[in-house]
């Protein structure tokens, strides 16, 4: 499903690349696509499971192309659709104009979701608004953000990750991505952000956001 927000801000786009879909909200989408999205997901992210359990359960020593029963059929799609249908829900109460996108097909984890916006700024924005839409200031981090800057071919891009400790004690790490391109009335800058507390798949959606960034595309200036 490709995503598209339209408002005061400028018009822009989602095209997800493979492994990626943009979750709809019923802001946008019809209830009937909304449900075809719900069951092709919920298919997409079973099937890739059940491929992990039958790969884990051969590597034990089990006959390879053993199946896994009904029974934890039934249990795997039960699981998988709350998630989804979590994740559905999640799409509706970000604020408008932000869009949640997720990543599929990660062993052993549902989809993970990321938060996609666009916003447009004057000629003379200065730099410091993106660095702190993407996380590089504020908040209260264990250690200092690390921030990696990006010589993009659409625009000049930033990479930060961070580390926060919440007031329980638990560990959050985020990475913010974000884009600025200069148009005729301005500058556009896309900010995409990603939290976790799942230090084991960091690397592997820190990739997949790097190729996320281009597939969001700005169509129109603000009005």
Excluded at 79 to 96: C, W
Excluded at 167 to 183: F, H, K, M, Q, V
Excluded at 197 to 209: G, K, P, R, Y
Aim: aromatic residues 4%.
């Amino acid at each position: 499903m490709t995503g598209t927000a339209v408002g005061q801000e400028p018009t822009w786009t989602v095209d997800p690349p493979e492994w990626w879909t943009v979750v709809p909200t019923t802001r946008s989408e019809s209830a009937g696509a909304i449900a075809a999205w719900q069951d092709g997901v919920v298919e997409a992210v079973r099937r890739a499971l059940e491929l992990r359990i039958a790969e884990d359960e051969a590597s034990e020593g089990d006959a390879p192309g053993d199946e896994i029963s009904a029974e934890e059929r039934a249990e795997l799609h039960q699981q998988v659709a709350a998630a989804v249908e979590n994740l559905r829900t999640y799409a509706d109460e970000v604020p408008e104009g932000t869009r949640v996108v997720a990543l599929l097909g990660l062993r052993d984890h549902g989809p993970v979701p990321v938060l996609v916006s666009v916003a447009a700024g004057e000629p003379d924005a200065p730099d410091d608004a993106l660095l702190r839409a993407v996380g590089a200031t504020g908040g209260t981090p264990f250690e200092a953000p690390n921030v990696e800057y990006l010589d993009l071919p659409d625009g000049d891009g930033v990479r930060v990750t961070r580390l926060d400790i919440a007031p329980d004690g638990s560990a959050w790490l985020s990475i913010g991505l974000g884009r600025r391109t200069e148009t005729p009335d301005g500058v556009v800058d896309t900010v995409i952000l990603w939290r976790t507390q799942d230090l084991f798949i960091v690397d592997t959606v820190s990739e997949a956001l790097d190729e996320l960034l281009p597939a969001v595309r700005t169509t129109g200036s603000a009005t």
